[in-house]
């Protein structure tokens, strides 16, 4: 695997660089560059349409680009697929298996644990040398970080929206993740929950896992957010926290708030 190491870069966890993508005549991403610290929350806005989720869906592997690289810590890892992107630290959230369902939160955190790519070798080490009662004793940890610790013997099925978003980020956390991605991590969550997520995504950052985060409710993610990145047709049109709050125009105009 390629090294990558440019002076005055080596604490940018993640560097999109110049990533282009098109599907039949339409330019889903055009040359976009974006990049992220340890620790940082990220935000990508912009219209419908704009690329936001292809970039996403690029990032973590699900989607091919034309052109253009993905460096995550100091590795070239443009075109690999997505578990051993993921394999590397990169969570991306919201997409539980339907049958996890049937599972109680707690066995899902314990599933989470364990790699899909480690294979009988990868397991076997693991089942030898891990003590189920450490994974246990995190899974339960993490339930506590969440709020989730009375539901630990429910089934999937029982949480609400915003709870099984808390639950996605649990999955993560179970982990050695570096930077969980989000798309509209609140979207359709009532109020209040919607808080406790945002909340608990704060507290990431202590953890030092950095978040790139697709939100259109500005209004409560605002607060929480270190850098801006504003796309529209494709590139980035803004960029950085102040330059994009002192536009209010640049907000008004692409998210039509
Ligand atoms: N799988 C796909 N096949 C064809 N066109 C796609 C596909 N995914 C996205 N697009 C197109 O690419 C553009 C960007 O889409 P998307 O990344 O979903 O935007 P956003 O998430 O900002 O709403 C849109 O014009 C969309 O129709
Ligand atoms: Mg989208």
Redesign the pocket.
Known sequence: MKQTRSSGNEDLLLTVEGISKH??G?K?LDGVNISLREGEIVLII??????????IETITGFCREDSGRVIFRGEDITGLPPHLIYERGIARTFQIPRPLKRLTLLENLMIAEKSPGDGIWGSFRRNWFVKEEEVTARAFEILDFLGLENLWDHPVSDLSGGQLKLLEIGRALMRDTKLIIMDEPIAGVAPQLAEKVLERLEKLKNLGIALLL?EHRLDLVLPFVDNIYV?AD?KVIASGREEVLKHPDVIEVYLGA
């Open positions: 599907f039949e339409v889903a912009g219209p419908n349409g704009s690329g936001k989720s292809t970039l697709i796309i494709g």
